[in-house]
């Protein structure tokens, strides 16, 4: 490994220290990552020992976990504590990782598109859209739903039989925000967690927005095959299919 000015490791390791307790650093911090070699280099070791990327948008840098072994990871069951409701299973967790896969891919019109096509997203036409990504998963057979299981490590019947189990109740985001069994609340409870790890914004009317966060990430990780292992094209594949057969 090679050597580091001794003033650079400590620079470097202050900055480390504020993403590690916040998780973002500001504007300063971005412009001294893509100017110094020194604290690049030693910021990007810092981060790998701990499982983690750094990510930059144009004001901000942040601290995200790359595995689940990273110990900033958020657990599945500190989101049950705080998100689902008591007695929330594994099946509600699948659920409302779904359901942030719909609302991103709701924001990019193509697979690996690099720039989202869409500057906000209703509460209603999310749970729309959330419906035909379900019947979507339906149309396949039990057996290839069961085999694409251990394919994606998601469990598609047991997201299929929550999402169903839920109430279609047609009311404002605001009345479903309570204790009601229904999609649209359990849609809520997504958009409240994704608030929380400023990944989208509330923009008022029911309607959400991106962060430069969640954009960056999403171009990241989620749009490369190395990282979501082809998921949003098994999401979105039936759109794109039609695409491909409208362009011969």
Excluded at 5 to 33: D, N, R
Excluded at 116 to 133: A, I, N
Excluded at 214 to 228: D, G, L, P, S
């Amino acid at each position: 490994m090679r050597n580091y000015p001794e003033q650079k490791v400590i620079q470097a390791f202050q900055l480390y220290t504020v993403l590690a307790s916040h998780g973002v650093a500001g504007e300063q911090a971005v412009q001294l990552y893509k100017s110094d070699d020194d604290i690049r280099g030693l910021l990007d070791i810092f981060s790998r020992e701990v499982d983690c990327v750094i990510i930059l948008t144009s004001e901000q840098m942040f601290l995200v976990p790359r595995t689940k072994l990273s110990p900033f990871h958020v657990s599945n069951d500190w989101i049950k504590r705080h998100y689902l409701r008591s007695g929330a299973t594994n099946g509600d967790l699948y659920l409302l990782y779904f359901t942030v896969l719909v609302l991103f891919g709701s924001f990019y019109d193509t697979y690996q598109s690099q720039e989202p096509t869409r500057q906000f997203l209703g509460m209603d036409e999310w749970v729309h859209l959330v419906q035909e990504r379900i019947d979507q998963l339906k149309q396949h057979d039990p057996d290839e739903l069961k085999q694409l299981e251990q394919e994606f490590s998601y469990n598609w019947r047991l997201i299929i039989e929550k999402w169903d189990a839920m109430d279609d109740i047609k009311e404002t985001a605001k009345k479903q925000s309570g204790n009601t069994i229904s999609r649209l609340s359990f849609i809520d409870t997504t958009r409240r967690f994704l608030i929380d790890q400023d990944l989208i914004v509330d923009i008022g009317n029911h309607e959400v927005a991106l962060t430069e966060k969640a954009k960056t990430i999403v171009q990241r990780f989620f749009m490369e095959v190395e990282y979501n292992r082809g998921i949003f094209e098994f999401i979105y594949g039936f759109e794109r299919e039609k695409d491909d057969a409208s362009d011969q």
